[in-house]
């Protein structure tokens, strides 16, 4: 089972960009899945989250500016980030909670940590 993102890259300030986390495997559910970031020098901090029922939370410092979705049949959460700021500039980590898959023997594994995906670099220019 792996998260892989993608999606980012270099914007303009008030510009946009869309993230996409996918989750490979045979997956049976996912509880919470979200959006963190770590600016250079600073802390690994929440973006966003959705719930399984689509429930969504945000930081403040992107309210009203980013927008956080899920797919539930294709696994997949993505971000949809615009009125972008130079201070948005930071690797952005897709993470699932309570993540339950098939493992190789068709055994239903349910992992009790967070699953990452392996980051994907935001950069904002002014």
């Known amino acids: 089972v792996q998260l892989q993102a993608s999606g980012g890259g270099l914007g303009q300030a008030g510009g946009s960009l869309r993230l996409s986390c996918a989750v490979s495997g045979i997956i049976l559910s996912i509880s919470d899945m979200g959006w963190y970031r770590q600016a250079p020098g600073k802390e690994r901090e929440l973006v966003a989250v959705?719930?399984?029922?689509?429930?969504?939370d945000y930081a403040d410092s992107v309210k009203d500016r980013f927008t956080i979705s899920r797919d539930n049949a294709k696994n997949t959460v993505y971000l949809q980030m615009n009125s972008l700021k130079p201070e948005d500039t930071a690797v952005y980590y897709c993470n699932a909670e309570k993540l339950c898959y098939y493992d190789y023997s068709q055994n239903p594994v349910c992992l009790g940590f967070p699953s990452w995906g392996q980051g994907t670099q935001v950069t904002v220019s002014s």
């Open positions: 959705i719930t399984s029922g689509g429930s969504t």
